[in-house]
């Protein structure tokens, strides 16, 4: 049986050379989470939670980032958008 914690979260992201530091970066803060990549796409999943911390993101890619941005790399989700501010983005099961 699956629960809130255990239940796999996702996100499909545009594959750019922006997008592949972005997901560096992701991977850094996400160390369970797993990276598929297929033509044009990279599908991270990861057990319960993805992290996506701006400072780190900024740090991955050497400029100043907003979280705003992340918006444009989505293709598609699975799970909530827990928590979304300037500095942290959190995709989680709310139930």
């Known amino acids: 049986m699956t629960t809130a914690h ?7 992201i545009q594959e750019s050379d922006d997008n592949r530091a972005l997901v560096d970066a992701i991977a850094l803060d996400n160390p369970e989470m797993t990276v598929r990549h297929l033509p044009g796409l990279m599908k991270l999943s990861a057990p319960g939670r993805i992290e996506i911390n701006r400072e780190t993101i900024e740090d991955r890619l050497g400029r100043e980032w907003e979280t705003d941005e992340f918006q444009l790399a989505i293709v598609t989700y699975t799970g909530n958008f827990a928590e979304w501010d300037d500095d942290q983005i959190i995709v989680a099961w709310d139930h």
Not at 6 to 12: S, Y
Request: proline share 14%; net charge neutral.
């Open 6 to 12: 255990t239940r796999p979260v996702g996100i499909d």
